[in-house]
T-cell receptor
Framework: AQSVAQPEDQVNVAEGNPLTVKCTYS??????LFWYVQYPNRGLQFLLK??????LVKGSYGFEAEFNKSQTSFHLKKPSALVSDSALYFC????????????FGAGTTVTVRA | GAVVSQHPSRVICKSGTSVKIECRSL??????MFWYRQFPKQSLMLMAT?????????EQGVEKDKFLINHASLTLSTLTVTSAHPEDSSFYIC??????????????FGPGTRLTVL
């Protein structure tokens, strides 16, 4: 079985401050991990993924995430948040040896105030 | 590359009618497509997985006779909501998985379709 937890429903930060969105996962084998962002009434936009290799993954719009196997975490970070980063963020995981299905976290709403 | 489109983006229909939603992979071939449903401010719920040329696999609790899925080609899957009722109102999102080595079966998501049943 595979699952994802996003412990924070909401994250509020001031523009220019660092942004962190937390994600922990559970899989039987090796994880494939993804972050997506969703704006109102839009589909999911891909931000970044971890498949293998370097634990620090850099993605779109200045976002990055660090894969931590011992803590089973894949937190999303941005050094300096923008108001336009305000959106709903989803973490997703798939077991590398499983079928195609992704398991999504419940989502975290990020609000960046000017 | 790896663009997925959905049509229509928004549809309003009367209760009892059927609605068809199309999902297309525009620049790649997708042997597998997925249909999700999302309620306001909630996560995505996988409804079914469709493989080109075969019957869709539905998740537990999803009525296959109500949500008809057809994946007739490597670039097109359709979801038909039959005899729609207000409780079927939701945001429907499809995704497509690209085949081939090093694809990691990654899913690429469409922009979603907002269905409102009056």
């Amino acid at each position: 079985a595979q699952s994802v937890a996003q412990p924070e429903d909401q994250v509020n930060v001031a523009e220019g401050n660092p942004l962190t969105v937390k994600c922990t996962y559970s899989v039987s084998g090796n994880p494939y991990l993804f972050w997506y962002v969703q704006y109102p009434n839009r589909g999911l936009q891909f931000l970044l993924k971890y498949i293998t290799g370097d634990n620090l993954v850099k993605g779109s719009y200045g976002f990055e995430a660090e894969f931590n196997k011992s803590q089973t975490s894949f937190h999303l970070k941005k050094p300096s948040a923008l108001v336009s980063d305000s959106a709903l963020y989803f973490c997703a995981v798939r077991d590398a040896l499983s079928d195609y299905k992704l398991s999504f976290g419940a989502g975290t709403t990020v609000t960046v105030r000017a | 590359g790896a663009v997925v489109s959905q049509h229509p983006s928004r549809v309003i229909c009367k209760s009892g009618t059927s609605v068809k939603i199309e999902c297309r992979s525009l620049d790649f071939q997708a042997t597998t497509m997925f249909w999700y449903r999302q309620f306001p401010k909630q996560s995505l719920m996988l409804m079914a997985t469709s493989n080109e040329g075969s019957k869709a696999t539905y998740e537990q609790g999803v009525e296959k006779d109500k949500f008809l899925i057809n994946h007739a080609s490597l670039t097109l899957s359709t979801l038909t909501v039959t005899s729609a009722h207000p409780e079927d109102s939701s945001f429907y999102i499809c995704s497509a998985s690209r085949t081939g080595a090093l694809s990691y079966n990654e899913q690429f998501f469409g922009p979603g379709t907002r269905l409102t049943v009056l």
